[in-house]
């Protein structure tokens, strides 16, 4: 059994978390009882996580085949960019600023706004056979995989566009170029969370070197030192006050790994 130290207060995108051992699948062969991470860009990992797993290497690829665009799900999104710029391909441009590994973007339907990574799917790739998009259920940042994605293959159109790279850039605009794990709480229907943490006085409020940003509320960030305990009492404070003012349960998209 293969494992790799990673230290999470600087190998995760909001630089909060313990030193720890993740178990590095190389095939089919992978603990049940470890949870998977990708590239730990919408995780907070506390002090007592549970045991972790993440694809090695081995599945950073990918190809063209039979006009299919079939990638490895350790593939940063970056790497897609490059590989669709070089090759002409469309549609992945959206990429270029969504921090993640194609079976972490395929897990949660990431994208912005409505350009999804499901949008141009055709199957992924599991331990037990291929599954057809149709096979699995997903919908806006949602989907009920609940198992490793090792590959997923696209169709391929023609016409990678540049100016869409400007695009996604200038919807970035008005996000915290901080240390974060992107928008913490997912939006309640019909309303923003970033506009119930600011009414309810949170914008900004800071706890040691946490915040909610001046920026853009939603976003949890770090000034650096931030600690999961200082993360953590930033998130329950915004859960009381959101549910005592409007009687509205945050929901969290950021995923916390401590039991
Ligand atoms: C600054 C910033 C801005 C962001 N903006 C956006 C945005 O606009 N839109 C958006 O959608 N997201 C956004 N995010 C969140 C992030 O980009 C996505 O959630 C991305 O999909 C995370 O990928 P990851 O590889 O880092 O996954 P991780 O954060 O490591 O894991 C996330 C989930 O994916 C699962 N997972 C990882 N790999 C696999 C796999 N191979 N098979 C099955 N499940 C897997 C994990 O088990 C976990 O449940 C932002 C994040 C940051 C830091």
Known sequence: MAYKTFDFSKFSSIRVGPIAEVFMIEDFDY???????????????????????????????????????????????????????????????????????????IEMNAGLKEYEIFNHLISCRFKDGVKLKKEIKHGYRFTD??????????????????????????MRANQPSNFSAGSFFKNP?????????????????????????????????????????????LVELAHLRVQKTFSISLENEVIVLNT
């Not at 290497?57 to 999104?77: C, H, M, R, V, Y």
């Not at 995989?145 to 200038?170: H, L, P, R, S, W």
């Not at 923003?192 to 900004?204: N, Q, S, T």
Request: with cysteine.
């Open 145 to 170: 995989i609940d198992d490793v994605v090792f590959e997923a293959t696209f169709e391929i159109q023609e016409g990678f566009k540049e100016e869409n790279i400007e695009m996604f850039k200038k």
């Open 31 to 105: 603990p049940q009882n470890h949870t998977l991470i990708g590239g730990a860009n919408n995780l907070l990992i506390g002090p007592n996580h549970p045991p972790l797993m993440k694809l090695s290497k081995k599945f950073d690829t990918i190809k063209i085949e039979n006009n299919q665009l079939i990638i490895g799900a350790s593939t940063p999104g970056g790497k897609v960019v490059s590989f669709c710029k070089k090759n002409n391909i469309a549609n992945f441009e959206f990429m270029a600023h969504l921090p993640g590994t194609v079976g972490g973007m």
């Open 189 to 233: 229907q019909g309303d923003y969370a970033g506009r119930l943490i600011e009414a309810v006085g949170l914008k900004g409020h800071r706890i040691g070197d946490m915040a909610w940003s001046e920026q853009h509320s939603n976003f949890l960030i770090n000034f650096g030192e931030g600690t999961f305990e200082e993360a953590m009492e």
